[in-house]
């Protein structure tokens, strides 16, 4: 099958090229995907460049969601009966790893139907961003309807779907972006404020508004302290990202005094069993927003698979709204 690999040190996106590999094994419990579409995600590029290492007994090829159909199946028969999953089933799914290729091999656990109307390359965009928002968002963060949660980076895969998720809860929403032309484009996902970061400081802005009760950050850096003052008190401040360094100095005696909550998460390391929970709460939960069209998918750009080094280069650039994927199959 092809896939892409890692040439050289994997600094360049163009380090990244077309190769021929053997098709995965498929372990008890797990299906075979034709991979339609794969979605690309700032994780590959830290993986590709040597600072995100996959967990134990995953796949090196980079990718974690695509959408497809199931190839084939090693499944109990009561396995079978309690998932509901056939041969040919459109499906979209979060992999462990492998998604850049025809051919991936994924827990039947994590698989999630292709919501109402939309289109593959649409649906490959959804697994690891729905599953990493709700799991930092609503579960990590707690937000609540009638509250407010203060989203940074609104342009981006996590962005975007933070921002419906939460207007689809009943939550109001303050996003941060730079540029003004991101800010109008990032409006229409039905954030109540959108801050230009690059025309002055977010705070003074998120403070007018009456500040936030959770915080989604993508960002770190002297992102993180700025935040702090952002919160009402018992707020919560969720890490996503460190986009701008893992490093920080932080006043501790503002967060006594507001009794503020400072937590964060990855998706990846997590057990299947826990990836599985997600998977159902996030079907459970979310794909009725989606269904309703109350969160719309975003596909900024579409890259074939022999372009998967144009498609890290678009995504690095930072100048995407929504996300980015390649298109592997029919």
Not at 229 to 235: A, E, R, S, T
Not at 271 to 298: C, F, M, N, Y
Not at 306 to 314: I, N, R, S, V, Y
């Amino acid at each position: 099958m092809d896939v892409i690999q890692v040439n050289n040190d994997g600094k360049s996106p163009y380090d990244l090229i077309k190769a021929e590999a053997p098709r995965p094994d498929t372990p008890a419990g797990h299906v075979l995907i034709r991979v339609s579409h794969a979605g690309v995600n700032r994780p590959d590029i830290l993986q590709r460049i040597g600072v995100y290492p996959p967990p134990m007994g995953a796949s090196s090829i980079l990718g974690l969601e695509v959408s497809g159909y199931i190839e084939s199946l090693n499944l109990s028969d009561e396995e079978a009966r309690l998932l509901g999953w056939k041969l040919g089933d459109k499906v979209c799914a979060l992999t462990n790893g492998g998604g850049y290729a025809e051919f991936v091999s994924v827990d039947a656990r994590h698989l999630l139907p292709i919501p109402k109307g939309l289109t593959m390359a649409e649906a490959a965009t959804l697994p690891e961003v729905s599953l990493t928002v709700y799991a930092n968002m609503v579960e990590g963060g707690g937000l609540k309807a009638g509250e407010t949660v203060l989203i940074h980076g609104g342009n981006s895969g996590i962005g975007s779907m933070a921002i419906q998720m939460a207007k689809g809860m009943g939550a109001k929403v303050i996003t941060t972006v730079r540029g003004a032309d991101k800010a109008q484009a990032v409006a229409a996902f039905g954030a109540d404020l959108v801050i230009d970061a690059t025309a002055g400081d977010f705070v003074e802005g998120v403070k007018a508004f009456g500040g936030a009760d959770v915080v989604i950050d993508i960002v770190g850096g002297d992102y993180t302290d700025r935040n702090l003052i952002c919160l009402k008190p018992k707020g919560r401040l969720v890490q996503v990202g460190v986009g701008a360094g893992s490093k920080v100095t932080l006043d501790l005696f503002r967060i006594m005094q507001k009794q503020l909550i400072l937590t964060g998460s990855t998706l990846r390391p997590r057990s299947a069993d826990e990836k599985a929970r997600l998977s159902h709460a996030v079907r459970d939960q979310v794909w009725p927003l989606i269904d309703a069209g109350q969160i719309k998918t975003v596909v900024e750009k579409e890259f074939s698979l022999d372009k998967a080094g144009e498609a890290h280069a678009w995504l690095e650039a930072g100048q995407h709204v929504g996300k980015v994927v390649l298109k592997i199959g029919g």
